[in-house]
T-cell receptor, first 111, second 115 residues
Framework: SQQGEEDPQALSIQEGENATMNCSYK?????LQWYRQNSGRGLVHLILIRSNEREKHSGRLRVTLDTSKKSSSLLITASRAADTASYFCATDAWGSEKLVFGKGTKLTVNP | DAGVIQSPRHEVTEMGQEVTLRCKPI?????LFWYRQTMMRGLELLIYFNNNVPIDDSGMPEDRFSAKMPNASFSTLKIQPSEPRDSAVYFC?????????????FGPGTRLLVL
C-alpha cells in the first residue's frame, strides 16, 4: 500500500508557536497533497507538491518533500486557534487519479 | 459555484433498511469520488467515476454497496440492506481532469448511523 502515515497522531501547541507534521509513504508518487479537516466538516485542500519539487510555500504553510526518504512535512508558522483541525497527507501514483490518505494528525492550538 | 453538495447531511436508519446518499459535483468536473471515513479505518476510497463511468470500485466493501452516476451532475451511493458497521461519514469529492487540477473538492459529508 502507498498509504501515507502522519506523525504525530496528535499535537497540542500554544497560539503563536509553529506546528510541524510529518507524512511518510511507501511507493513512488506523482504528487503529494495536504488537506485540512475541521471537526464535522469535509476536507479542504491546502497545498500540492509535485514529485520533482522539494519545497513549496503558501502563506503560513511550508511543505517539503524528500522522495529519497518517501516523506513530507507540513509546517504551519505562527499558529492560530483557527488552525485547530486534523491534517491529512494524500498521495497519488503516476497514471492514477486515486488519492490515498493517511490517518491524519490532530492539531490543537490553544489560545 | 456552490461547491460539492451532498444530501442528506445526517441519516439515522435501522438495520436492514435501504440507504441512498446523493452527491452533486462541481460543474465541469470530470471525476467524482466516494469516500467513507471512520475512526478505525480513516478515509477510504470506495469508488470513483470519470465522465460518469465507474473506473475503480475495488474499495466497495461488498455487494450491499452500489453507486451510480446517471449524468454529470448527480451520483448516488446506495446501501441495501444497511448494517450497523456501515455507520460512518460518507464524503463525495470531485475534481477536474487537466494537469493542475489534481485537487479534490470535498462535500460536507453525510453522517450515517445504522441502528
Amino acid at each position: 500500500s502507498q498509504q501515507g502515515e502522519e506523525d504525530p497522531q496528535a499535537l497540542s501547541i500554544q497560539e503563536g508557536e509553529n506546528a510541524t507534521m510529518n507524512c511518510s509513504y511507501k511507493t513512488s508518487i506523482n504528487n503529494l497533497q495536504w488537506y485540512r479537516q475541521n471537526s464535522g466538516r469535509g476536507l479542504v485542500h491546502l497545498i500540492l507538491i509535485r514529485s520533482n519539487e522539494r519545497e513549496k510555500h503558501s502563506g503560513r504553510l511550508r511543505v517539503t518533500l524528500d522522495t529519497s526518504k518517501k516523506s513530507s512535512s507540513l509546517l504551519i508558522t505562527a499558529s492560530r486557534a483557527a488552525d485547530t483541525a486534523s491534517y491529512f497527507c494524500a498521495t497519488d501514483a503516476w497514471g492514477s487519479e486515486k488519492l490515498v490518505f493517511g490517518k491524519g494528525t490532530k492539531l490543537t492550538v490553544n489560545p | 459555484d456552490a461547491g460539492v453538495i451532498q444530501s442528506p447531511r445526517h441519516e439515522v436508519t435501522e438495520m436492514g433498511q435501504e440507504v441512498t446518499l446523493r452527491c452533486k459535483p462541481i460543474s465541469g468536473h470530470d471525476y467524482l469520488f466516494w469516500y467513507r471515513q471512520t475512526m478505525m479505518r480513516g478515509l477510504e476510497l470506495l469508488i470513483y467515476f470519470n465522465n460518469n463511468v465507474p473506473i475503480d470500485d475495488s474499495g466497495m466493501p461488498e455487494d450491499r454497496f452500489s453507486a451510480k452516476m446517471p449524468n454529470a451532475s448527480f451520483s448516488t451511493l446506495k446501501i441495501q440492506p444497511s448494517e450497523p458497521r456501515d455507520s460512518a461519514v460518507y464524503f463525495c469529492a470531485s475534481r477536474g481532469s487537466d494537469r493542475g487540477h489534481e485537487t479534490q473538492y470535498f462535500g460536507p459529508g453525510t453522517r450515517l448511523l445504522v441502528l
